[in-house]
């Protein structure tokens, strides 16, 4: 089985807000080391968010452009983070960025990337898409395509995708199946628009569940027994 986990990066930075909170790091880089050890071929994407908040905004005097460039720098020292801590634990790692740093990582291709994931190394992508204008939702999706992954799963602070904003909604319904046109028939928000249909145009299956929960990471790729299945 090959899979692509995709997290964002404020889930990285926990109660703090920004930055790295330690207990998630622990905790993550444990899961994730099962889920290899189990035999998974993993894949992880990862957003910026912990390290880049706001500074594309007007206020600052920064533009998208240059925002965006600075988000996708911060993308690759969150997979240089989550990377290393595995590599600590005793367990091969690899970070490959789109944009390209030879000296900090190596360059992106899906020939390299597949033949890491046989070896058996725990791969990370970095630098989203390697062109601005695109979030890390498409990234995800584009490189599980690339690298022919059998699903993507994205992990949320919720526990799939439901009918009404759970949070604010507590009778709000929970999905644990859907098809891509109900999910845009019923204008459910599942990931941005351009990766949800690059996903659909390429019959990739996502997965959505809560990665805030530990053991979950385990229980929607080993036993697929949480989270919303959104498929053709």
Request: proline residues 3%; charged residues 25%.
């Amino acid at each position: 089985m090959r899979v692509l986990l995709k997290l964002s990066g404020e889930f990285l930075a926990g109660d703090l807000g920004k930055g790295f909170d330690e207990k998630i790091l622990a905790r993550i880089t444990d899961e994730i080391i099962e889920i290899h050890q189990a035999g998974v071929e993993l894949a992880v994407v990862i957003g910026g968010g912990n390290l880049f908040r706001g500074i594309g905004s007007k206020s600052v005097g920064i533009d998208q452009l240059t925002g965006d460039n600075i988000g996708m720098l911060a993308t690759i020292q969150n997979a240089l983070m989550l990377s290393g801590v595995i590599r600590n634990k005793g367990v091969k790692a690899r970070v490959f960025s789109i944009v390209q740093m030879p000296y900090i990582c190596e360059s992106y291709t899906p020939a390299l990337a597949k033949s890491a994931l046989q070896k058996g190394h725990i791969c990370f992508f970095a630098g989203g898409v390697g062109n601005p204008y695109f979030t890390t939702d498409t990234a995800g999706v584009l490189r599980a395509i690339e690298t022919e992954c059998d699903f993507l799963v994205k992990g949320t602070n919720v526990e799939g995708v439901f009918d009404k904003d759970p949070r604010k909604f507590p009778k709000a319904k929970l999905y644990k199946s859907l098809t891509y046109e109900q999910a845009l028939s019923e204008s459910l928000r599942i990931m941005d628009s351009t990766a949800f249909a690059l996903a659909k145009d390429n019959q990739k299956k996502i997965v959505v569940f809560d990665v805030s929960k530990p053991k979950n990471l385990k229980k929607v790729i080993l036993e697929q027994s949480v989270g919303t299945v959104v498929t053709n």
